[in-house]
């Protein structure tokens, strides 16, 4: 079999790691749809919710300097592994409080932590072996598959979480998380990757590991173009954790009287959004100039998609604009990421990768940290009946629970349009493709 397995071209291997990788994310998304709602039970406040969130990404930040540069000197096969083992291990830790009575909120903070500490060895491995196993010209259909997979579990996980939590308990839910993980696990056992010869572009001994921890962010400075793209798609995760990933969930909640089963739908809706946007990238790979998936469809999606979630009043009109917003993200996230592999060194992504990582996703935390007081303590009592912004606000969103979240959307409307369009007004951003050169490697021989 291993040597079957070794005879497979690149694309072949990454198939095979990108399906195993697609069935673990299929039981963790169903695990923390399951505890989210859990999590509102206890509560019945977006607040809770919105540090799920902010935990899940504060040491996934602190980590990953440190992740990167360790990627970039370790068998990336083995930190793939360790990490989707390590995150493993929380779901068995939850599995096991829940069983005997004594989880808590806090407890789903501290697994969300140290999970997110985990993914931050394990994402930029995955996206860095990419550039060692497939040519250029496969990137942008490859990132279409890979957001095929977060959005086939985003369609799978809600419809499934419901099911299993009312005929089986939220400890089956997890079990079948950790069979999923073991399946992610098994086809990196068989599947050897390219090793990347180091110190390429530097000419220069192995430098210390605290040294090398400046690289990543040293190599974005050095490029303005690159540096002024990962400044926007900071502003642009902000704006969408605001919203989309932090208050959605309890807007939805709050507008329907707690109804689960709109929220498994709206859910859905997202999830096939990004199904079908994932396949459209694909198969079509993207336009010609990246940027334009960047800055000109993410205007768009924010304009369009963010505006109907806001004045929307049903679950309906919510999975139609959230299905429409969210066709166009695989098309976003493979125009960024296609230029990054063909911009960065492959022996220099995992710290630069974790180094772009680390300040993008930095937003993700500060919008959920705010995003929950924004909404419980100020937007939603100004927008309850008589209250402050509901005389201007409420024959446009309607007023009562879930209408302050509604507001939020439509701040964000406005704000993710003008943060994506403004990647137009930089010469440096604007003609990244053209005056930053490509490295020069187009796929690395394929390891026996």
């Known amino acids: 079999m291993t040597k079957r397995i070794a005879q497979l071209t690149g694309m072949q291997k990454f198939t095979l790691i990108w399906f195993g990788q697609m069935l673990s994310q299929f039981g963790t998304a169903t695990t923390r749809f399951s505890l989210m709602i859990w999590a509102y039970q206890q509560t019945g406040q977006a607040t809770p919710l919105a540090l799920l969130g902010f935990f ?60 997110g500490a985990f993914e931050a060895f394990q994402m930029p491995a995955y996206s860095a072996s990419i550039s060692t196993l497939v040519p ?54 068989f599947i050897s990757l390219p090793r990347v010869a180091q110190n390429v572009t530097e000419n220069a001994p192995r430098k210390h590991i605290l040294s090398d921890l400046a690289t990543g962010f040293r190599y974005i400075k050095e490029r303005q173009g690159l540096l002024g793209m990962m400044l926007i798609y900071f502003g642009i995760n902000l704006t969408a954790s605001l919203t989309y990933f932090a208050i959605l969930a309890p807007m939805v909640l709050a507008r329907t009287g707690g109804d689960e089963i709109a929220l498994g739908n709206v ?21 010609k100039r990246r940027v334009h998936g960047i800055y000109l469809i993410g205007a768009f999606s924010f304009l369009a998609g ?72 100020l937007l939603e009592p100004a927008m309850q009946s008589g209250g402050a912004l509901a005389g201007i606000f409420g024959g446009l969103l309607g007023t009562g629970p879930g209408a302050g979240m509604a507001f939020m959307f439509l701040c964000t409307s406005i704000a993710g349009t003008v943060i994506c369009l403004s990647g137009y007004l930089f010469p440096k951003v604007r003609n990244i493709e053209k005056d930053l050169p490509d490295h020069t490697l187009d796929g690395l021989p394929t390891a026996t």
Not at 103 to 113: D, N
């Open 306 to 377: 963010d505006f109907l979630m806001a004045v929307g009043r049903t679950p309906e009109v919510w999975m139609f604009a959230i299905l429409f917003a969210t066709i166009f993200v695989p098309i976003i996230v493979g125009s960024k990421q296609t230029i990054w592999q063909s911009k960065v060194p492959p022996e220099l992504q995992g710290r630069v990768f974790a180094a772009r990582g680390a300040v993008e996703m930095l937003a993700m935390p500060i919008g959920y940290l705010a995003a929950g007081p924004l909404a419980d303590k």
């Open 267 to 287: 859910q859905a809706a997202l999830g096939v959004g990004g199904i079908i946007g994932g396949v459209l990238m694909s198969v079509w790979g993207g336009p």
């Open 56 to 115: 899940s990404y504060i040491l996934f930040i602190l980590v990953s300097p440190v992740a990167g540069v360790l990627v970039d000197r370790l068998d990336r096969r083995l930190v793939m592994i360790l990490g989707d083992f390590g995150a493993a291990l929380m779901t068995l830790f939850l599995l096991i409080l829940y069983m005997g009575g004594g989880l808590q909120i806090w407890h789903l903070y501290v697994a969300e932590a140290l999970t």
């Open 136 to 189: 250029k010209k496969q990137y942008a259909r490859v990132s279409g598959m890979r957001s095929f997979a977060e959005a086939a579990a985003q369609v799978i996980a809600p419809a499934l979480a419901a099911r299993l939590l009312s005929a089986f308990g939220l400890n089956v839910v997890m079990m079948i998380d950790l069979i999923s993980f073991s399946l992610a696990v098994l086809p990196l056992l």
